[in-house]
């Protein structure tokens, strides 16, 4: 029996995106996979009312689609070669074409001159677009030939400059974004004309369309020299005409529907545990503008459990009859769940173990992505609370190939909180033998894992690693209380971190004490750099995407300014000491642990100096360190870099482990 090796990621399809046909019945998704470009192929599929399923377009290049009406789906692709040689003199634009399910070639449907991220319909030939608006790019569409080429020259000279005058000036996976805005239009396709009906100075960030058509809400914050850091909440009538400031500033708002025309929100005010509270469901009385708080809810709406084996998302909150379903993680399961809308009575509809990644719903229907039973993700049809695979996308990862089933631990630390954790056993597993043991931290910390499909840490345990990891106090599923480590962090965390560890020694003997790795990135990255600094029982670490000074962090990542502050509970003028008490760097001249750091040139989450600092910190004290730097990956390398990178990470990775932790005898490594 074959073990999951390091390249079986390129196999793999990821699922995103699922929509319902207008008239119920079928559906449409998106499916990818890498390529042998340095990229992703992506593939539009129908699944048919019966399960049956059909890949509607093959040229590899859709990820963005919308379905006009029962039968023909709108999609937007660069089909030719001499479209992308436009967008190579930077023209700016994205082409739609129609495509009728029943067969035939997809038809030219219209152009516009922008980037859109998403698209729907409002009624026959009008649109609602999601798009980038730049108020620093002067327009070329409408141009003569010769004039366009003239002005597309002067902006390739403009690439050589950056101005900013703008709080975040750049964000991770974007670039620099001063002057850039996600704006939401209104498409008139016979007239050819784009109306903006949020404001300028608005990022929409969420946004929906009443199913009559004649409401828009959005939701997102406001640019005036400095994001706020709370969103401003309106609705534009298409009818009047007009748009309603319905909220400002009172609310992080993460989910925004309509239910028969009235307009639902989740969110939280943050008034009692700050910037990710988890908050509750809200509705918009119309026309006095009062929001009402239908219930409240202790966990977060929408997040995944982690899992480096998705790509793309999809719906997570859609009103249907009288209820709002939507997804949520509770414990370490995300599942789906629906409110009363009159009673604010919330039940779960699937909670079963695994991730329930999008769905979407229509009728009595439901269709959903789920990474489920220790699988990939497939499409599933849910119905009395049972999961009906419909798809068979990763069926090969299984045939003959042996995979580690994680053991569910529960620890109580010294507070009385209650916390999850997993082991990954090698395979032949036995008590009278020695094994290595990697430990590994989560991001967030406002994350979660559980006992889905994690393909590194399979491949670690495939080498004869055991591989251990939990969620510790900060870590989402188990309420606010227990998420709330602000002021905190490297305290009750890293003793959770060192408790369960001390647990699986104990439960697990045949580890070997003396051979145990961290490693963790981003928020796992910092408490790696913390771990280091404070403790030297690890034989090596590897930092992935970290921070190690919370004054640089806090006022250069694309975050930082209003997460570091929250987070921190401090700042540099008011409490600077607080911010040097929790940065790993002011612990660094104790590190005795040999380090691999591994960090994105275009990160701009948790920015490369922090990797830098950390990396050369270690070597000017004498510890051996070494710095792998991937470039124009940013923060997302893991999840969605290029394959050939996402490979050369994990290569990194696990040579850096063997080399400190195997001994003769163990299995041997992978290249």
């Not at 539009?44 to 290049?61: H, N, P, Q, V």
């Not at 709002?324 to 769940?337: E, I, K, N, Q």
Request: net charge negative; with cysteine.
């Amino acid at each position: 029996m074959k073990s999951p090796g390091i390249d079986d990621i390129m196999q793999y399809r990821f699922l995103s995106q699922l929509k319902f046909s207008p008239a119920g019945g079928q559906s449409a998704h998106i499916v990818s996979q890498a390529k042998d470009d340095n990229g992703y192929r992506h593939e539009l599929w129908l699944c048919s009312a019966d399960g049956k399923l059909l890949r509607l377009a093959e040229t590899g290049r859709q990820k963005l689609f919308a379905w006009e009406d029962a039968d023909t789906l709108l999609f937007a692709a660069e089909r030719c070669e001499k479209d992308r040689a436009r967008k190579e003199r930077g023209e700016v634009f994205t082409r739609f074409y129609r495509l009728c399910i029943h067969g035939g070639e997809a038809v030219f449907a219209f152009e516009l001159g922008m980037s859109v991220m998403e698209i729907r319909p409002v009624e026959k030939g009008h649109w609602l677009v999601l798009g980038e608006y730049d108020r620093n790019r002067p327009a070329v569409d409408g141009l003569e030939p010769n004039e366009k080429e003239v002005r597309l020259a002067a902006l390739r000279k403009d690439r050589d400059y950056q101005i900013i005058d703008e709080v975040p000036f750049w964000s991770n996976g974007r670039g620099f974004t001063n002057g850039l805005r996600r704006a939401l239009y209104l498409y008139d396709e016979a007239a050819n004309t784009l109306s903006m009906v949020s404001a300028a100075y608005q990022e929409v960030e969420l946004y929906a369309l009443s199913s009559c058509g004649r409401y828009i809400a959005g939701a997102g914050r406001e640019m005036n020299g400095i994001y706020s850091e709370k969103a401003t909440l309106w609705e534009y009538d298409r009818v009047l005409g007009t748009t309603t400031r319905l909220s400002v500033g009172r609310f992080h708002i993460r989910g925004v529907t309509y239910a028969d025309g009235e307009l639902l929100f989740s969110g939280a005010e943050g008034a009692d545990y700050g910037l990710k509270e988890n908050g509750g469901f809200y509705r918009v009385d119309r026309p006095s503008g009062f929001i009402h708080l239908l219930a409240g809810h202790d966990a977060t709406i929408g997040l995944p459990v982690n899992s480096d084996c998705r790509l793309g998302g999809g719906t997570i909150l859609k009103a249907q009859g009288e209820h709002l379903y939507f997804t949520s993680l509770l414990g370490y399961v995300c599942g789906l769940y629906r409110m009363h809308l009159d009673s604010g009575t919330i039940e779960a509809v699937y909670d079963e173990a695994g991730s329930m990644d999008c769905f979407d719903i229509s009728g009595d229907t439901i269709r959903c992505i789920s990474l489920a039973g220790q699988r990939l993700q497939e499409l599933y049809a849910l119905e009395e609370g049972v999961l009906e695979r419909l798809s068979g996308y990763n069926e090969a990862a299984y045939e003959n190939i042996w995979h580690a089933t994680p053991v569910h631990h529960t620890i109580t630390d010294q507070e009385g909180f209650v916390f999850d954790g997993w082991a990954l056993l090698p395979q032949d597993y036995s008590p009278e033998k020695r094994y290595p043991a990697i430990l590994h931290i989560h991001g967030g910390p406002k994350t979660a894992f559980g006992d889905e499909y994690f393909h590194e840490m399979q491949v670690w345990a495939a080498q004869g690693y055991v591989v251990l990891y939990c969620n510790p106090r900060g870590s989402d599923g188990r309420g606010d209380a227990f998420a709330d480590i602000r002021g905190k962090y490297g305290g009750i965390d890293y003793k959770n971190l060192m408790q369960f560890l001390d647990e699986m020694l104990r439960v697990y003997p045949a580890i070997d004490s003396a051979r145990l790795g961290v490693t963790g990135g981003s928020y796992g990255g910092f408490m790696t750099n913390w771990i280091i600094g404070h403790t030297n029982r690890f034989r090596c670490a590897c930092s992935q995407r970290s921070i190690s000074n919370w004054f640089s962090f806090t006022y250069i990542s694309d975050i930082g300014y209003y997460f570091g502050t929250d987070q921190m509970q401090a700042d540099a003028w008011k409490n600077p000491e607080k911010l040097w008490e929790h940065s790993p760097l002011r612990y660094a001249d104790k590190v005795k642990t040999p380090t691999l750091f591994i960090h994105s040139d275009e990160d701009y989450r948790c920015w490369i100096p922090e990797g830098y600092q950390m990396y050369t910190a270690l070597r000017l004290h004498g510890v051996e360190a070494r710095m792998c730097v991937f470039h124009g990956e940013n923060h997302e390398l893991s999840r969605s870099g290029k394959p050939a990178h996402r490979r050369r990470r994990m290569v990194e990775i696990l040579q850096w482990m063997n080399r400190y932790l195997r001994e003769s005898g163990d299995q041997n490594e992978q290249e």
